[in-house]
T-cell receptor, first 110, second 117 residues
């Protein structure tokens, strides 16, 4: 069956460090993968999209990698700040439907 | 604020009642999606429209769930004979799909939180 797995345990890091979140998938062949941020009580907000033929993508302090052989994407936030504390969701599109992982909660401590 | 609005933001109802939620997408967006999200989980796709056509509805959770987008603008999601298990956040999203190969960044609304007593 198709699965998208993110670490369900919260990730706690110190301000200024790099946060790395993982998204693994099985039985998908996605053309691209997306990352969203979600704050409590709010809808997800789009952050980055990476295509299957791209290895890495950057946007300000954010970096996403996409390894279609390992079926894995890594999401990095460098120089993390307490304001980066949120839940981060990865999502794959298959058949015009966006399927989300369960998300990983990131807590950045000052 | 992404430009997608949902109404109401919160709804408390008794089991067996019908509820209807409204979503107003970003005006130029041709695609509109409905998702359900329960605590600790990612959004779960329910259905989507391209303009007024409902192109996928097999993921609606049961025949008690229905959605419309009559004029290709706003959309409604109705749940009939609500059950306690329907308690969740219902999210709407919209996007602009130009071509089959174009990517599909989605803009989400704030959601409607449903509580069924």
């Amino acid at each position: 069956s198709q699965k998208i797995e993110q670490n369900s345990e919260a990730l706690n890091i110190q301000e200024g460090k790099t946060a790395t979140l993982t998204c693994n998938y099985t039985n998908y062949s996605p053309a691209y993968l997306q990352w969203y941020r979600q704050d409590p009580g709010r809808g997800p907000v789009f952050l980055l999209l990476i295509r299957e033929n791209e290895k890495e993508k950057r946007k300000e302090r954010l970096k996403v990698t996409f390894d279609t052989t390992l079926k894995q994407s890594l999401f990095h936030i460098t120089a993390s700040q307490p304001a980066d504390s949120a839940t981060y969701l990865c999502a794959l599109e298959a058949g015009n439907m966006l399927t989300f992982g369960g998300g990983t909660r990131l807590m950045v401590k000052p | 604020d992404t430009g997608v609005s949902q109404d109401p933001r919160h709804k408390i109802t008794k089991r067996g009642q019908n509820v209807t939620f409204r979503c107003d997408p970003i005006s130029e967006h041709n695609r509109l999606y409905w998702y359900r999200q329960t605590l600790g989980q990612g959004p779960e796709f329910l259905t989507y429209f391209q303009n007024e056509a409902q192109l996928e509805k097999s993921r609606l959770l049961s025949d008690r769930f229905s959605a419309e987008r009559p004029k290709g603008s706003f959309s409604t999601l109705e749940i009939q004979r609500t059950e306690q298990g329907d308690s969740a956040m219902y999210l709407c999203a919209s996007s602009l799909r130009i071509a089959a190969s174009s990517y599909n960044e989605q803009f989400f609304g704030p959601g409607t939180r449903l509580t069924v007593l």
